[in-house]
């Protein structure tokens, strides 16, 4: 039976854990496509919109929306790049390294209650296993 299958498991636990962390971003007024954008910048420190375009393959009124959203809050700053006025460096601000932070012990958080019931083995699997599958579907999609 269908609902028996893996991927139906597999399919039911991603829901249970999207909508944890999407209520651990919304309770800091954030989406999926906001904390995405600033832990790029975060890991990164600044990048060109194109750049950013590139990473969350997004169409450009996506982004827009989202650094709209993120620079009215302080959480990042958008300027013309010096060395090429059509290009726009796209750059964190403190503010929005605290909030990172801030949303990592979150989802920190939710990961803790989600894998209660599984040891630090088991989690390392499950998050090998889950690395397998992505890396399958990424071949897939480039052949």
């Known amino acids: 039976m269908i609902l028996n299958r893996v991927s139906a498991a597999l399919a039911r636990s991603g829901r249970i854990a999207d909508t944890a962390i999407r209520e651990a971003l919304a309770a800091r007024g954030l989406k999926p496509g906001h904390a995405h954008v600033l832990s790029l910048l975060a890991e990164r420190g600044r990048l060109s919109q194109r750049a950013l375009l ?70 390392r699997t499950l998050r090998a296993l889950l690395d397998r599958i992505a890396a399958a579907d990424a071949r897939a999609c480039t052949e």
Request: charged share 40%.
């Open 54 to 123: 590139e990473e969350l393959g997004v169409d450009p009124s996506v982004l827009v929306t989202l650094l709209n959203v993120l620079e009215d809050r302080g959480l990042v700053t958008r300027r013309r790049d010096p060395r090429d006025r059509r290009r726009h460096i796209v750059e964190i601000s403190a503010d929005g390294v605290a909030l990172v932070a801030e949303v990592d012990e979150a989802v920190l958080a939710v990961e803790k209650e989600l894998f209660a019931d599984l040891d630090q083995e088991e989690v």
